[in-house]
């Protein structure tokens, strides 16, 4: 198993992981600023690792032969690169990058080694996550995705043919502070799920009672009783119905719904 883990030192650091033991393999330098996040993509496309740094650029690392090289790079963004998330695996090799410069892109890899790339203006000031809904088995074609931003909203986008580019769906106010962190649930339950958390140390649930996300969205605070600290990262399991919250108390939480449509604690991971 390989973890990758990234730097306010410029650098990205992939270790091999067997049980308890972790070995350095490789060190990846080219970003000119601190690296804020990595993302591997699917794996049929090969071992392929997206960065993105403060330097405004996103880079795109492949490893071949226990060789790795930087295979291409993403430089749309007038400022900081905060996030970069790869696109359900039946789309293709499509990135989605979020920048402080308040745009969000969509950029595709083409075989041919070629990029298409969308930019679109997500926030008003700077666009911090983004996330992409799970594929709508009805309909492949239909891609949404979702942000948050420095203007304490979270938006839906969805993906317009006519104007070959992602057009706003909906705004979800209820933050009063900046969203650090978006996580559409990828399992595709009877219902769609949204995480937003923020810097006012809250987490929202937002629900929407059909999977594409057509109905009006519901909004639900994870707990009642603040975080103690800002909400940096929401993740979801591959299951879909467990939630991990990471804080800058340096904690890691986990959360369950009940049948009651209620959120529980399961948990803290330990360190």
Same mark, same amino acid.
């Not at 883990?5 to 600023?33: A, M, P, R």
């Not at 975080?227 to 990262?233: A, E, I, N, Q």
């Given at each position: 198993?390989?973890?990758?883990?990234?730097?306010?030192?410029?650098?990205?650091?992939?270790?091999?992981?067997?049980?308890?033991?972790?070995?350095?393999?490789?060190?990846?330098?080219?970003?000119?600023?601190?690296?804020?996040?990595?993302?591997?993509?699917?794996?049929?496309?090969?071992?392929?690792?997206?960065?993105?740094?403060?330097?405004?650029?996103?880079?795109?690392?492949?490893?071949?032969?226990?060789?790795?090289?930087?295979?291409?790079?993403?430089?749309?963004?007038?400022?900081?690169?905060?996030?970069?998330?790869?696109?359900?695996?039946?789309?293709?090799?499509?990135?989605?990058?979020?920048?402080?410069?308040?745009?969000?892109?969509?950029?595709?890899?083409?075989?041919?080694?070629?990029?298409?790339?969308?930019?679109?203006?997500?926030?008003?000031?700077?666009?911090?996550?983004?996330?992409?809904?799970?594929?709508?088995?009805?309909?492949?074609?239909?891609?949404?995705?979702?942000?948050?931003?420095?203007?304490?909203?979270?938006?839906?986008?969805?993906?317009?043919?006519?104007?070959?580019?992602?057009?706003?769906?909906? =705004? #979800? $106010?209820?933050?009063?502070?900046?969203?650090?962190?978006?996580? /559409?649930?990828?399992? !595709? @339950?009877? &219902?769609?799920?949204?995480?937003?958390?923020?810097?006012?140390?809250?987490?929202?649930?937002?629900?929407?009672?059909?999977?594409?996300?057509?109905?009006?969205?519901?909004?639900?605070?994870?707990?009642?009783?603040?975080?103690?600290?800002?909400?940096?990262?929401?993740?979801?399991?591959?299951?879909?119905? =467990? #939630? $991990?919250?990471?804080?800058?108390?340096?904690?890691?939480?986990? /959360?369950?719904?009940? !049948? @009651?449509? &209620?959120?529980?604690?399961?948990?803290?991971?330990?360190?």
């Amino acid at each position: 198993m390989r973890l990758a883990t990234c730097s306010s030192d410029k650098t990205i650091k992939i270790f091999e992981v067997d049980g308890e033991n972790h070995k350095l393999v490789e060190t990846l330098k080219g970003h000119d600023g601190p690296v804020w996040q990595v993302a591997w993509a699917h794996p049929k496309f090969g071992v392929i690792l997206a960065s993105c740094s403060y330097d405004g650029k996103a880079l795109i690392w492949k490893e071949e032969n226990g060789v790795w090289s930087n295979i291409a790079e993403h430089g749309v963004h007038q400022a900081s690169v905060n996030s970069v998330s790869w696109a359900p695996s039946e789309y293709g090799a499509v990135l989605l990058c979020t920048s402080s410069d308040g745009k969000a892109s969509v950029v595709e890899f083409m075989e041919d080694g070629s990029q298409k790339t969308m930019v679109f203006q997500a926030h008003a000031i700077g666009a911090n996550a983004g996330s992409w809904a799970p594929p709508h088995k009805d309909n492949i074609k239909e891609r949404r995705l979702v942000t948050g931003g420095c203007d304490n909203l979270v938006k839906i986008w969805k993906l317009d043919p006519q104007v070959n580019n992602y057009v706003e769906e909906a =705004v #979800l $106010a209820g933050h009063t502070d900046w969203v650090r962190d978006v996580a /559409w649930s990828s399992s !595709l @339950l009877s &219902k769609s799920y949204i995480a937003s958390a923020s810097q006012d140390r809250t987490v929202l649930i937002w629900t929407n009672d059909t999977v594409g996300g057509k109905s009006p969205w519901k909004k639900q605070l994870l707990t009642e009783e603040k975080f103690p600290d800002v909400c940096w990262r929401a993740s979801w399991s591959l299951s879909g119905n =467990v #939630l $991990a919250i990471s804080g800058g108390d340096n904690k890691v939480t986990l /959360w369950k719904e009940n !049948l @009651l449509g &209620k959120w529980e604690s399961a948990g803290e991971v330990d360190q």
